[in-house]
C-alpha cells in the first residue's frame, strides 16, 4: 500500500466516523422530563423567579386550555392527546379505567420506541397506567416532601434503565391541592359567605401555596442541571389546571364551572436544539397539544390504526416568526385555533359526577359557556373582560349562534376515528 493510498483510506474512515457522530446527534432520543404543578395559576406564576428562569432557559405557552378544570380528566386528555369527550375519560367517576380501545397513551408510544416510562402521580386512580414501566403515587403519605420523592425517583431511573435507554419520567406535584383542601374543602362548602367574601385574604393564602410550589421547582430543576440531564433531555413544566380562590360562588376552587381561573394554564418547553429560548408564544393553544408536540419533537410518528389525535404540534407556531401577531389579531374576528372544556361537578350548585354538564368553547377573544342542568348560555369578552364578571349572550346574538356551531363541530369531532 503506498503512502498516498493509505492517507485516502484514512480520510474515508475518518469521513465515515464523522458522518457517524453527526447523524447520531441529531438523531439522538432526548428524554422527556415532565413536570406537572397540580393546580398552579397562570397569572401568578410571574411572582417567583423559577418560572422566569424556565422561561430564559427555553419556549413559553402562555395561553394554554385545559379540556378540564381538574386533575383526571385533564390528564388523560394530555397523555392521549384527545377531548376526555373522545378518550372516553371526561367525568369524575371515570376514575380507574383506561381510555377507550384504540386510544394510544404517550407512555406507551414511548415505551413502544424504546424509552425507560416511569412516573409518579397523585392518586393511581386518576392516570392510566398503559405504557409505564414503572408507577408510583404518593396518596398514602400525609406530608410528601415531594423535592426527595422525585430526586430518588431520577436517581433510581439511571440505575434501572439500560445505559444508552431514553426515558420518560412523569412527575406530578401536588401539594396545591392537598394545601387546598385542608385550608378550603375541608373547612367551607361551595357557599359559605365567609370563605367568598375574602377573596384577598384567599389569593394571598394561595400564593404561599405556589410559592412552595416554586421552591420545590426550583430544586428539582437544579437537580436536573446538576446531573447534566438538560443537555439530552426535553424539560416540561405544566399546570394541569389552575385554581380558583371564591372568584364565583358555586365553585371554592376548581372542578364545577369553566372559568379561565381553572382552565387557562402554562407550559415550558426546555430543550435549546429544538425550543428556542427566552421566546413566549401568547397565542390559544391546548393542554392537548403537549402529546403531539413530544412525538414531533421525538420523531416518533402517530400510528394511524388508533383513534386520530386531536392535538396539533406546537412546534408549528415557533416556526412561524409573525405567528403571535397575526393569529391574535385574527382570533379576535372569531378565526384562529379554538379550544373545549367541559366539566361535571362533584358538589356545587349541578352536581353531575357521572358526566358533564358544563362545557365551553373560546378563542382569544370569546368565550361560550352552556350550562346543561339550568340549560343556559354565558358569552364573555375575554379582551373587555378578563374575569368573566358581564354576560353578553343578549348582546351579541350572531357571534352566540357561530360559537355553538363551533361547539358542536367539536362535540361531533369526538366520535370520529
Request: aromatic share 12%; net charge negative.
Amino acid at each position: 500500500m503506498t503512502f498516498s493510498n493509505a492517507i485516502t483510506i484514512y480520510r474515508h474512515q475518518f469521513a465515515k466516523i464523522f458522518l457517524t457522530l453527526i447523524l447520531y446527534y441529531f438523531m439522538q432520543k432526548f428524554n422527556v422530563i415532565l413536570i406537572v404543578i397540580d393546580g398552579g395559576r397562570v397569572d401568578r406564576i410571574s411572582k417567583f423567579p423559577i418560572f422566569q428562569k424556565l422561561q430564559k432557559d427555553g419556549t413559553f405557552f402562555s395561553h394554554t386550555i385545559t379540556n378540564a378544570p381538574y386533575t383526571l380528566v385533564s390528564m388523560n386528555s394530555i397523555f392521549t392527546g384527545m377531548y376526555g369527550r373522545k378518550n372516553g375519560i371526561n367525568a369524575y367517576y371515570h376514575m380507574f379505567q383506561d381510555p377507550k380501545p384504540g386510544c394510544k397513551t404517550l407512555a406507551e408510544y414511548l415505551s413502544e420506541n424504546g424509552w425507560y416510562t416511569c412516573g409518579d402521580v397523585m392518586r393511581l386512580s386518576l392516570i392510566s397506567q398503559k405504557g409505564f414501566k414503572k408507577i408510583t403515587s404518593q396518596e398514602d403519605l400525609n406530608d410528601p416532601d415531594f423535592l426527595k420523592i422525585h430526586s430518588e425517583i431520577i436517581d433510581q431511573i439511571k440505575k434501572d434503565k439500560n445505559p444508552d435507554q431514553p426515558f420518560f419520567a412523569y412527575l406530578h406535584y401536588s401539594k396545591i391541592h392537598h394545601s387546598i383542601k385542608e385550608n378550603v374543602f375541608d373547612k367551607y362548602d361551595d357557599f359559605s359567605e365567609e370563605y367568598f367574601s375574602n377573596k384577598d385574604q384567599n389569593l394571598k393564602n394561595y400564593d404561599t401555596y405556589l410559592e412552595e410550589a416554586s421552591d420545590y421547582l426550583e430544586k428539582i430543576y437544579q437537580k436536573i442541571l446538576n446531573d447534566n440531564l438538560d443537555s439530552n433531555s426535553i424539560i416540561i413544566v405544566i399546570a394541569d389546571h389552575g385554581m380558583g380562590v371564591g372568584e364565583k360562588i358555586g365553585e371554592r376552587a376548581y372542578g364545577i364551572f369553566t372559568y379561565d381561573y381553572s382552565i387557562r394554564t402554562f407550559a415550558y418547553f426546555i430543550q435549546p436544539k429544538i425550543f428556542p429560548q427566552g421566546t413566549e408564544i401568547s397565542v390559544l393553544t391546548k393542554t392537548i397539544d403537549i402529546m403531539p408536540t413530544i412525538l414531533n419533537a421525538l420523531e416518533i410518528p402517530e400510528e394511524t390504526s388508533c383513534l386520530k389525535i386531536q392535538g396539533k404540534n406546537l412546534l408549528e407556531y415557533i416556526n412561524n416568526s409573525n405567528n403571535s401577531v397575526k393569529s391574535n389579531s385574527d382570533q379576535n374576528e372569531l378565526s384562529g385555533r379554538f379550544a373545549f372544556s367541559e366539566t361535571g361537578g362533584v358538589e356545587g350548585p349541578w352536581p353531575s359526577p357521572e358526566e358533564p354538564n358544563v362545557m365551553c368553547i373560546r378563542n382569544f377573544k370569546w368565550k361560550l359557556i352552556h350550562n346543561l342542568t339550568p340549560d343556559n348560555w354565558e358569552l364573555y369578552d375575554l379582551e373587555k373582560d378578563p374575569h368573566e364578571n358581564e354576560n353578553l349572550v343578549d348582546s351579541f346574538p350572531n357571534i352566540v349562534v357561530k360559537l355553538k356551531l363551533k361547539m358542536s363541530e367539536i362535540e361531533k369531532s369526538c366520535h370520529e376515528n
